[in-house]
């Protein structure tokens, strides 16, 4: 499986970040995303939840603190899904 890292961000004094995802993948078996809320976290805030799928979804989620990383796990195949996009909202 091939991991590209989109976002791995500080927003300095934010108190805490809402994420919205806009999603839609081949399926969570192959591709999807994971979302991390400190650089030194080995665990997704989402491991239980594979964010992605052959319907198209949006997501709202709240990350208590200022940073994240967004990894979207892949296995490369070509479709013709409309993938991801993220709008991180930082919050004073």
């Known amino acids: 499986i091939d991991n590209q890292v989109y976002i791995d ?3 300095a004094g934010a108190k805490s970040l ?3 995802l806009d999603i839609q993948t081949e ?3 192959y591709d999807w995303v994971y ?3 400190s650089p030194s976290s080995t665990t997704a805030i989402n491991s239980n939840k594979k964010y992605g799928g052959t319907t198209r979804q949006t997501h709202t989620i709240t990350i ?3 940073y994240i990383k967004l990894i979207f796990r892949t296995d490369g195949s070509g479709n013709s899904y409309y993938g ?3 709008t991180i909202v930082p919050n004073y």
Do not use: L, M, P, R
Request: aromatic share 16%; hydrophobic share 30%.
């Open 64 to 66: 208590d603190g200022n």
């Open 35 to 37: 979302i991390y809320d």
């Open 84 to 86: 991801f996009k993220a």
């Open 27 to 29: 399926s969570t078996s």
């Open 9 to 11: 961000k500080t927003f």
């Open 18 to 20: 809402t994420v919205t």
